[in-house]
């Protein structure tokens, strides 16, 4: 297994704290990645095999887009498939029949759940049979609530498909792009993490900036487009939650991962590209001015959080990306909640806070694996943070006792990524301070003063 440049773990164990509670915290299940990546992947389609219970959370969890023919589907299991009383293998083909007839996808993604791996149906074993019969490629991956949380889905899902061989469809990768003479030549390089098409283009583009080529995505915006890897490649995270992707992709795949911060906020930003620039040995043209352009644009939401205390709750992985660029804005974090955390896949950016700590001269903020929701609750409750970022079932609770909250399900589906939609993550961390200044306004003027 190859990492480039081995992150100082030991150093960092001294120096932030981290902590395990029980595990009983709110997220979303896993299978709610079918969300995203059914809208990423335009020609794929997802079978979630599971119950009722499944079926309920994704129809509530995914509100309107349910009414919009998505390209996902509920196997239901019946009493008879529990009791192994039906054969698994000839109902999956009806029902994947059915998929190929109406929808003609070019890949069909089977969401094992729970009850899957209770019963033990075996789902890896079946598919490969399957796919043969009914020509189509059939990719599974195990993204149940007993072993994952919300966006680990995504990379159960890309881990599954970082496993698959190279097809024929998939692209050649040139060595070079001969069309711009600033590019130099470097080994591929192919970055993986789900984000929409405009933040890809933006992405690619920076670093194109620097004369790096990205010679694929996974996921690509078609499954027929999947980037070829090979031996010796270099690969590169976007999202902090891809840990057995990079795993896969090191192992399986023998690449070489780029082990760099998130570029998540204009700091992340300049990070990520400074570390692949410095892995191909590229001097950084520009950065600087790039992130100073930023912050100046930030100036505005910055002064209404500067000095502010957050507290998150912990339920999406995100966590520590975008608590190091709250406090780069000035915030001071009380505790990090988080459901995982691989200390070497995130060790980059895990520096980076301790960094940017230092930096603002705070102290680094605990990190809570596996967070307690009621001892949380308790915290809050003697610390007062000025805002809380936490799942919808604490929300409403927690403002009707005066805490201002943020829904933390809206930066999964926000678009954060790179240099220009950093004003977009302290839009979405302002709106409530903002709201709640208003509303005490019109509070005081319309209603308290007339009774
Ligand atoms: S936690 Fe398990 S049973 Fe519940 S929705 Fe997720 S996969 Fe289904």
Avoid at 261 to 278: H, N, Q, S, V, Y
Avoid at 347 to 359: D, F, I
Avoid at 384 to 396: C, E, F, Q, S, W
């Amino acid at each position: 297994m190859t990492l480039v440049k081995q992150v100082g773990n030991e150093d960092l164990k001294e120096e932030i704290n981290f902590e395990c509670e029980t595990g009983n915290y709110h997220t979303f299940c896993p299978i709610s990645c079918v969300a995203w990546l059914y809208q990423k992947i335009e020609d794929s389609f997802f079978l979630v095999i599971g119950t009722k219970t499944c079926g309920y959370f994704l129809q509530n969890a995914l509100g309107v887009m349910i009414f919009a023919e998505p390209r996902y589907a509920m196997a239901e299991l019946e009493e008879g498939d529990i009791s192994a009383q039906l054969s698994d293998y000839e109902e999956l083909k009806r029902l994947c029949l059915q998929v190929k007839r109406d929808r003609n996808p070019s890949v069909i993604f089977w969401i094992g759940t729970c009850t899957t791996e209770i019963i033990k149906m075996d789902l890896e074993g079946i598919a490969p049979k399957l796919e043969v019969e009914i020509n189509l490629p059939i990719v599974v991956a195990r993204a149940n609530g007993l072993d994952y949380a919300f966006t680990q889905g995504e990379d159960t899902v890309l881990a599954a498909l970082a496993q698959r061989p190279n097809s024929k469809q998939s692209k050649n990768i040139e060595l070079k792009t001969t069309s711009d003479e600033n590019s130099i030549e470097h080994l591929p390089l192919i970055l993986f993490g789900s984000i929409p098409d405009p933040v890809v283009n933006q992405l690619t583009l920076e670093l194109k900036k620097q004369g790096i080529h990205v010679s694929g995505w996974l996921p690509s915006k078609r499954y027929t487009d999947l980037p070829l890897i090979n031996e010796g490649n270099y690969v590169c995270g976007v999202n902090p939650y891809l840990s057995r992707t990079a795993t896969t992709l090191m192992r399986r795949r023998k690449c070489k991962l780029i082990g760099a911060p998130f570029p998540i906020g204009p700091d992340g930003t300049r990070a990520w590209l400074e570390k692949i620039c410095m892995v191909f040995g590229v001097e950084p043209k520009g950065l600087q001015k790039r992130e100073d352009e930023v912050w100046e644009k930030l100036k505005y939401y910055i002064s209404l959080i500067d000095g502010k205390s957050v507290f998150f709750m912990g339920d999406n992985l995100l966590e520590i990306s975008l608590a190091r660029f709250l406090i780069k804005s000035g915030m001071i974090v009380f505790e990090i909640g988080i459901p995982y955390m691989d200390k070497r896949y995130q060790g980059a950016e895990l520096q980076l806070l301790q960094k940017t700590c230092k930096e603002k001269n705070i102290p680094i903020p605990i990190i809570i694996e596996k967070p307690d929701n009621y001892n949380q609750v308790d915290r809050i409750r003697d610390m007062r943070p000025d805002l809380v970022i936490t799942g919808m079932a604490h929300a409403n609770p927690l403002e009707a006792r005066g805490i201002n909250t943020k829904w933390s399900v809206e930066f999964t589906f926000a678009q954060i990524h790179g240099f220009t939609n950093a004003i977009d993550v302290l839009e979405l961390v302002t709106r409530p301070l903002r709201r709640n200044q208003k509303l005490e306004k019109v509070g005081s003027q319309r209603y308290t003063d007339r009774r």
